[in-house]
């Protein structure tokens, strides 16, 4: 290798490392700093049934045609021993998400049919594929983490420990059990997890494994297949396309491939998208983006290409490269075809729901699947080598735009969930505030009385019961000096408890050395808590390094759950234990507001 050539690769490695490094950084901070705080979207239905039935009726129960058993149990455990906390959630999902990127780069780094630089270039491939925040929908959701993390993750483990059932006994038994519970876990945890199955089954027969294994592997699927049929359905509000309805599989056929080329073609749609200066996809461009379209069917062709000749000589070699990458693309184009074959007449009704950004978890890592396959083949070919690098070298340039504003997105969906859980605390019905959490207000207000009965999520720290109490009653009496210095006003009427009008309560505020109150109490003249406000604000290095100052304020809200325009209103904080000295007149529109 000339001098040149030696260059360019030491190059090559450290872009690599300093573009793994910095996209890792910047997602884990979007992903903890956009995380769900509290009950959002779906969730309000699938509580709805953990907090009316017993653990076991909750887990067996399908959900959109979805079996959530595994998913649930976790979501359950959380209800009952830690009160319910999205937050504690949240890090459960990243525990499994890390374990899913886990999964993929310890057979990589353990590859010897491979170079160092086709292991950096391989890493940041993952490392983009499974923290790109264009998944954020799901990501920064706890519990859609753990579901989607647990289908994943389920998939790589039997996938990995697959080679090992053609081994000597006992060693082949051990390997059989962890490849069966591994594929079951996966399939119960999202539907799209019943891609594991023929997933293990085309690597099997790749693998040339025993005729015992694969008719095992065949076997689970079909007692998998037979259980989610039998388990019941507790909400099925997206119409699902049944084999049995003749017209349904017709439409399937007809429409499945464009809507199939579509899901895989989205994230190339989301990535241009956020090149513009109006960052969007209308729900036309998201029905008939010929970007999608093309891409995804070239997607379709490279994936034949990589799998096809594996499956006719059955020679898939030695490269734990190759078999995780095939693995990602196979499972993936399998749990896509099952969103097609599932949701035809969704789509139909609403086109542009397929290229909805929730689809981008599975249609992202289809696509990282493909270019570890591109590493892998290009590595032994001195030509395809650097065509292949730089272009592994692009990716993370080419999506980061939609990285940085999905990051944005969802801090401020992060302030909007904050203020809906604030609302629900101050016992009002502020219904702006509320739709952020579930398109159901309804819904939403009937929940959120069981948690509030329970103690659970935004009420188990028990702020709700501070208002109708004397100040004085609070913390025991204390008070402390703690800087405290803001300016907040009426910012309108929500309806309040029993049909009472309430004063939403809205201003910015900081303590001693511009740190962050967390929680703060509306008195009235009287020294009565009439509500509770919650302050929502981003570190001023972490705004302008990651956000470029775009959430460098410290805002907060609250209610007055009984407000009357008569009465002098002021705020206090409430943290450490103590109430402040200080304190916060809430100014009226008829004295005036002044704008944070």
Same mark, same amino acid.
């Given at each position: ?201 085309? =690597?099997?027969?790749?693998? #040339?494994? &025993?005729?015992?294994?694969?008719? %095992? $592997?065949? @076997?689970?699927? /079909?007692? !998998? ?24 599989? =017709?439409?399937?056929?007809? #429409?499945? &491939?464009?809507?199939?080329?579509? %899901? $895989?073609? @989205?994230?190339? /749609?989301? !990535? ?38 594996? $499956?006719?000589?059955?020679? /898939? ?280």
């Amino acid at each position: 290798m000339s001098r040149f050539a030696k260059q360019a690769e030491r190059a090559a490695q450290i872009g690599a490392a300093v573009a793994t490094a910095a996209f890792l950084s910047s997602g884990l901070v979007y992903l903890y700093l956009g995380r769900v705080p509290v009950t959002m979207a779906d969730h309000w239905e699938i509580y709805k049934v953990c907090l009316n039935h017993s653990w076991l009726e909750s887990a067996l129960l399908k959900f959109n045609h979805h079996s959530l058993f595994f998913p649930n149990l976790i979501r359950w455990a959380d209800l009952r021993f830690f009160h319910g906390d999205q937050q504690l959630l949240f890090f459960v999902g990243m525990f499994l998400l890390f374990g899913t990127a886990i999964l993929l780069l310890v057979p990589l780094w353990r590859d010897t049919t491979v170079g160092l630089t086709a292991k950096l270039a391989a890493t940041l491939v993952l490392i983009v594929g499974n923290f790109w925040m264009g998944r954020a929908s799901i990501t920064t959701s706890g519990g859609f983490v753990c579901e989607n993390s647990l289908a994943i993750g389920g998939t790589l483990l039997a996938c990995l420990w697959l080679p090992a059932t053609r081994t000597e006994w006992p060693r082949s038994l051990k390997a059989c059990l962890i490849v069966m519970t591994s594929g079951f876990v996966a399939s119960f945890s999202i539907a799209n997890g019943m891609a594991v199955w023929p997933t293990l089954l085309l =690597l099997g027969w790749s693998l #040339r494994l &025993p005729w015992r294994s694969l008719v %095992l $592997l065949l @076997a689970g699927a /079909l007692i !998998a297949i037979v259980i989610y049929v039998l388990l019941p359905n507790e909400r099925a509000e997206i119409p699902f396309a049944k084999i049995s309805d003749f017209s349904a599989f =017709l439409m399937a056929a007809g #429409r499945g &491939p464009h809507h199939l080329f579509m %899901l $895989l073609g @989205a994230p190339f /749609l989301w !990535a241009e998208a956020a090149w513009t200066f109006h960052f969007g996809v209308s729900d036309k461009l998201g029905a008939t983006s010929l970007l999608s379209l093309s891409c995804g069917g070239l997607g379709l062709v490279f994936a034949g290409l990589a799998v096809v000749p594996k $499956l006719v000589r059955r020679d /898939l070699g030695q490269s734990w490269l190759e078999l995780t990458a095939l693995s990602l693309v196979i499972f993936n184009l399998g749990a896509m075809a099952i969103i097609v074959v599932g949701r035809t007449e969704f789509f139909r009704m609403l086109p542009g729901e397929v290229s909805a950004p929730r689809y981008l978890f599975w249609s992202s890592l289809f696509w990282t699947g493909l270019l570890l396959v591109a590493i892998q083949r290009a590595d032994s070919k001195t030509w395809l080598r650097w065509p292949v690098y730089l272009l592994v070298l692009a990716v993370p340039i080419g999506v980061f735009p939609m990285h940085y504003k999905e990051g944005l997105r969802s801090r401020f969906v992060n302030y909007l969930a904050e203020s809906g859980a604030t609302s629900l605390i101050d016992d009002v019905r502020d219904t702006k505030q509320i739709q952020v959490l579930f398109n159901d207000p309804e819904q939403v207000y009937r929940v959120a009385t069981q948690l509030r009965a329970r103690r659970l999520d935004m009420f188990a720290n028990g702020l709700q019961d501070w208002i109708g109490l004397p100040e004085t009653s609070l913390f025991n009496g204390r008070q402390k000096s703690e800087g405290f210095k803001g300016n907040c006003h009426v910012d309108g009427l929500v309806q309040g408890k029993n049909g009472s009008s309430a004063g939403k309560v809205t201003g910015w505020s900081q303590k001693r050395g511009h740190a962050i109150p967390k929680t703060l109490v509306i008195v009235d003249p009287t020294g009565v808590v009439e509500g509770v406000g919650r302050s929502w604000g981003t570190n001023e290095f972490i705004s302008r390094m990651f956000y470029q100052g775009k959430f460098s304020s410290s805002e907060f809200l609250g209610y007055i759950r009984d407000y009357n325009p008569q009465l002098q209103y002021t705020v206090r904080c409430a943290d450490d234990e103590a109430l402040s000295n200080e304190k916060i007149v809430v100014e009226t529109p008829v004295t005036g507001r002044s704008a944070p």
